[in-house]
């Protein structure tokens, strides 16, 4: 009796072992549907009432030195603030373009990072206009908490999609317990673009532990109409994932990008074709950790190739990137090796082998070791809110103080004259204009946006260049 129930319990514990080798195995492994993805498509916004039909800008002749107009049309390059909540923090924002060609965007906002305060925020862009809506909450710690039954530390990092039925999936980070490593992920839907939204819940990413799973970069869509969503791992070890949801939402699979190594951390997923598709993400691993990584799959994201280090610098920070219909690529990232104070918009025509910087959104590094004062320091910082925003151009001087007070916070934080330009996030609407969205030295998000005839300019511009 004695020798079966020995055998039994190690029956039982060979039974246990099995399951726990099961779904270690079903986390590495995603039986993607063989029809491979589903390649985005630019279509127009729904049709509007004259009254909010979005205007088609028309190309601004530019003139020359001597006073005459010229025949080179330059195309549109304009941006604002989407944020407008001052005297805190703001970060890691993202885009989606709602059905009537408005775009929407949501970031997280309180006093600090990770503070108890922080809420998902959202406004949105009127392109007819050129305005932003005034910022509304959307999630909440504490409406978080309620919803999930559980404990709530702190909200981080949403990520807005569209699902394959048109409904508007928002997916934003949840902490119990600890820091990032401890993180969920959570979603919400809504079926009216934003208006209302679904109860908070929690997805199930791991049949285990279910933490330390984060979403930074846009989801995409399967052929099937399934939903691809990077996420990353970050704990003891850090690697980017896919997780795979069903038409509900549900996570009915997950891959590990193995072959990615350890520190590949916030992939971006760049689709070409039903076939293939190109990953970009940061990078924290050990050797050379200040440059980029890529990886690529040429079967529908089956399999994915070992990593390889791209031609692009990043300081371990976030990057951006999209698919254009012809085939180039664009991404917005920290063109440098240390730090984040220089943001770049590249461009590549062979598939992200070799990039080039087509302009230089932010830059601030010629500061960096100076030793400026308060007043030197907050005379730069002014500058750059009113070139950032035509509105505070013309603001009056109480409103342009407000917003200058706002950012000195972050920027003399350490008493020096620090800036940071971070979180990048790039989507190019069904018009075929472009939407980018970053954080502003941590206090504003801020939105710059561009047509085609302004960036086939700049693209000629640098294929010149180079030939010469």
Request: hydrophobic fraction near 40%; charged fraction near 20%; charge should be positive.
């Amino acid at each position: 009796m004695m020798e079966n129930g020995k055998a039994a319990r190690y029956l039982t514990l060979g039974l246990v072992l099995l399951a726990f080798a099961l779904g270690f195995y079903r986390a590495w492994q995603f039986p993607v549907a063989a029809a491979g993805f589903r390649v985005p498509v630019l279509k127009p916004p729904v049709a509007q009432s004259a009254a909010a039909k979005p205007e088609v800008a028309k190309p601004r002749p530019r003139r020359s030195r001597r006073g005459e107009e010229s025949n080179v049309v330059t195309g549109r390059f304009d941006s604002h603030f989407a944020s407008s909540r001052l005297h805190a923090q703001a970060h890691a924002s993202s885009l989606v373009e709602l059905k009537d060609g408005r775009i929407r965007a949501f970031w997280f906002s309180g006093s600090r990072e990770g503070a108890a305060d922080v809420t998902v925020n959202s406004a949105v862009f009127d392109p007819a206009s050129g305005q932003w809506g005034d910022e509304q909450v959307v999630a909440s710690r504490a409406g978080t908490q309620r919803a999930l039954h559980r404990y709530i530390a702190k909200l981080g990092n949403p990520v807005a999609g569209r699902a394959a039925d048109g409904a508007l999936y928002l997916f934003y980070v949840t902490v119990s317990v600890g820091g990032w490593a401890g993180s969920s992920i959570t979603l919400m839907t809504s079926n009216d673009d934003g208006e209302s939204w679904s109860a908070p819940r929690r997805l199930i990413t791991s049949p285990f532990i279910n933490i330390s799973t984060l979403v930074k970069s846009p989801p995409f869509l399967y052929a099937d109409g399934t939903m691809g969503l990077p996420v990353y791992h970050e704990s003891a070890s850090k690697f980017a994932e896919i997780l795979r949801l069903d038409a509900g939402g549900n996570v009915i699979d997950k891959q590990r990008l193995a072959r990615a190594g350890q520190g590949t951390l916030q992939p971006v997923v760049l689709v070409k074709s039903p076939d293939e598709a190109l990953v970009l993400t940061r990078y924290a691993g050990k050797g050379n950790p200040r440059s980029a990584r890529t990886l690529s799959t040429s079967d529908g994201g089956k399999h994915w190739s070992a990593v390889e280090k791209a031609s692009i610098p990043n300081p371990d920070a976030a990057l951006s990137a999209t698919v254009l219909p012809d085939g180039r690529l664009l991404a917005v990232l920290n063109n440098q090796e240390q730090g984040r104070d220089s943001l770049s918009l590249m461009q590549s025509t062979d598939g992200g082998q070799q990039w080039k910087e087509l302009r230089r959104l932010e830059e601030m590094r010629v500061v960096r070791d100076k030793n400026l004062d308060e007043k030197q320091c907050l005379h730069i910082v002014q500058g750059l809110l009113q070139n950032s925003d035509k509105r505070l151009a013309q603001a009056p001087a109480a409103t342009l103080d407000a917003y200058l007070v706002s950012a000195k916070a972050k920027v003399r934080a350490n008493g020096g004259c620090g800036f940071e330009f971070s979180y990048p996030y790039l989507i190019q609407a069904g018009n075929g204009d472009f939407h980018l969205t970053y954080t502003w030295n941590r206090v504003f998000i801020k939105h710059v946006t561009f047509d085609q005839v302004w960036l086939n300019r700049h693209s000629k511009k640098g294929a010149d260049a180079n030939r010469h």
